[in-house]
Nanobody
Framework: QVQLVESGGGLVQAGASLRLSCAVS????????MGWFRQAPGKEREFVATINWSGDNTYYADSVKGRFTISRDNAKNTVFLQMNSLKVEDTAVYYC???????????????????WGQGTQVTVSS
């Protein structure tokens, strides 16, 4: 059974940076696309960024493009989300997710992700 454990959240001021990490265990990490999603209070969970299994394709929500960077270290079974120039509206619980399908092709949608972490809180103050 795949397990995902996020870390790196916290309370920061607007304009600051944070780096989230997600350690994955339980199956071959390098074969699966990974994603970051977030959920703010009273809102639905939304897509933030995804990275394909090989790490050479990334996709971002328009709201974070140019500020956030998703990356992966297949040797350490870890996916990262570097968040720069944080805004108050980035405040949310951030979830790491793993694709259901090995070597999935094309843009991976939320429905493609079948395993989720417990989430890490990111709070950005003004």
């Amino acid at each position: 059974q795949v397990q995902l454990v996020e870390s790196g959240g916290g309370l920061v001021q607007a304009g600051a940076s944070l780096r989230l990490s997600c350690a994955v265990s339980g199956r071959p990490f390098s074969a699966y696309a990974m994603g970051w999603f977030r959920q703010a209070p009273g809102k639905e969970r939304e897509f933030v960024a995804t990275i394909n299994w090989s790490g050479d394709n990334t996709y971002y929500a328009d709201s974070v493009k140019g500020r956030f960077t998703i990356s992966r270290d297949n040797a350490k079974n870890t996916v990262f989300l570097q968040m720069n120039s944080l805004k108050v509206e980035d405040t949310a619980v951030y979830y790491c997710a793993a694709d259901r399908t090995a070597y999935g092709s094309g843009v991976r949608l939320r429905a493609d992700f079948g395993s989720w972490g417990q989430g890490t809180q990111v709070t950005v103050s003004s």
